[in-house]
């Protein structure tokens, strides 16, 4: 852990300017999570383990971003203007759609907003587009919708594995090719330690 050799910023601080919280995980061996919030009290290291996974979710929804609704493509317009433009439309349909799921989420507690897929979510609002259906406005607004619907119809999996592999679309790389990737889910033992300096 670096920053616990006993020179601080100030002559005689002994203080740790870093502290890890060590987690070890049967299949890929030992973790640690070194932070510089040092306060253990205002800081638990549960809920910094708990916040780093979190995290992961959220660079998820940009890797869900980036090749669900774009496909792999890359942006089409030429212009600085266009470009602004293309990512403003698809975060205004990234939002759209996760609202979809979020009211979905709303309405059957028993499943989680992460367990409702936004490819399920995205082809069924394509669908509706290409058929033009629902575009009168019935009396009463469902929440839900046919987006709802179809994404309910089609869960995932209680917990997803969180592994992205490093790939490239070239094939000129030290990196090997996109492929296939393993969905398996593994269980996974953890146990946090706190390192003092």
């Known amino acids: 852990m670096a920053g616990t050799d ?7 601080d002994r203080r740790p300017h870093q502290r890890a919280a ?7 061996g030992h973790y640690r999570l070194v932070t510089t919030l040092l306060d253990e009290k205002q800081y638990p290291a549960d809920e910094l383990v708990e916040l780093y996974h979190q995290r992961w979710e959220i660079e998820t929804s940009y890797l869900e971003l980036k090749s669900t609704i774009l496909g792999g493509r890359v942006l089409r317009a030429g212009t600085p203007a266009g470009i602004t433009q293309e990512v403003y439309a698809l975060l205004i349909t990234y939002q759209a759609l996760r609202t979809a799921l979020a009211d979905t989420a709303l309405a059957r507690p028993d499943i989680g907003p992460d ?30 919708g046919c987006i709802g ?22 094939a000129i790389s030290k990196h090997r090719a996109k492929g296939a990737i ?16």
């Open 182 to 197: 393993d969905r398996t889910n593994y269980t996974t033992a953890i146990t946090i330690e706190i390192l003092d300096g």
């Open 149 to 170: 619907a179809a994404a309910l119809n089609q869960p995932l999996p209680a917990r997803r594995s969180r592994s992205s592999p490093r790939v490239v679309k070239r």
């Open 6 to 12: 006993g020179r601080g910023d100030r002559a005689g």
């Open 115 to 144: 367990r409702l897929s936004l490819t399920v979510a995205l082809n069924t609002a394509r669908d509706q587009v290409i058929h033009a259906a629902a575009t009168i406005a019935d009396a009463t607004i469902d929440l839900i």
């Open 22 to 28: 060590r987690r070890r995980a049967t299949r890929y």
